[in-house]
């Protein structure tokens, strides 16, 4: 995998069997394993929506998937020492997908995603995850960088909480330069922080403007520590990147989005891109928003200049085959 750090110990190891799975961030949930700072824990995570999709998923079967309860995450650990205004500290050493993925958009009277409605019919891609790439339709290739979707602990508030929304203790952030090689602070609200994490992604653009970027059943491999009296009030982290889409400086195509509303704006600025993906690349506008969600970020370039503020999407070009002379 990208950026894998070998050679590291693995103290202990959490399968994805069903004792070790819960799909609401509680307080009150006891813990399946408690370890120490320093310990390194090999956690086994689900994809986001439990095992419904399969590598024979297609669009009908997509459009039945139930997002109730949505991210079986994998926890939650308990570390020794982790008291009320501490971070918990999460290096991320190693993440291994399984070879597989799938990207994805769910019927628009569901609301999920940027533009349902502009998709009222389901649609969905299986990625096959070999050599390392994204393979996708008319032989796009993304790069892979796999991250946790959701990392986070408990929330102080008692009861259940979903998991969709991220918080102030993390969860459902989808930060996609959460990679190996990164660091990640949690605000700790209650004792021995009780982390979980889940949801992970082979590879994502910044938005994940599907509502899924490749999700993928993972093996994710971290080491805890504590940061005592941090004092944070959301998630903090150091990376390392991919901040780009393949994780270099290159030529791009960007689309504006150009609005007095920041959700607008993202929303004009990925409509454009599905547009010049189906005029200029051939693409259905269904692949075309699933590639959006995949390997296209969005940016903000100006929110300062009222009343209309600069969403704009960057697409990598190198991700398209190569045109040989005398191809159509």
Known sequence: MARQHHGHRVDYSLSDADQNIHNAWDNSLDPVLTVE???????????????????????EEFSNVSFDPVHPLTGPVAVEGAEPGDALVVELLSLQHKGWGYTGFLPGEMGLGLLPEEFPEAGVHI????????????????PLDPFPGTIGVAPAEPGEHETLPPRDVGGNMDVKHMTAGSTVYLPVEVDDALFSI??????QGDGEVSVTGIEAPMFVTARFGLKKDAGIEQPQFESDGPFTPTGQDERMYGTTGIADDLMEAARLAVRHMIDHLHEERGLTRGEAYILCSAAV??????IVDAPNWVVSAYLPESIFPEQENGDS
Not at 37 to 53: I, K, L, Y
Not at 297 to 302: Q, R
Request: negative net charge; contains cysteine; glycine residues 12%.
């Open 37 to 59: 700072p320093g310990d390194v824990v090999r956690f086994e995570c689900r994809d986001a929506v439990d095992g419904q999709v399969t590598i024979e998923c297609g669009p």
């Open 297 to 302: 970020d969005l940016k903000i370039n100006e």
């Open 127 to 142: 990625w096959d995850l070999e050599d390392d790439v994204g393979h996708f339709v008319n032989g796009i290739e993304v």
């Open 198 to 203: 889940g949801d992970c992604h082979a590879a």
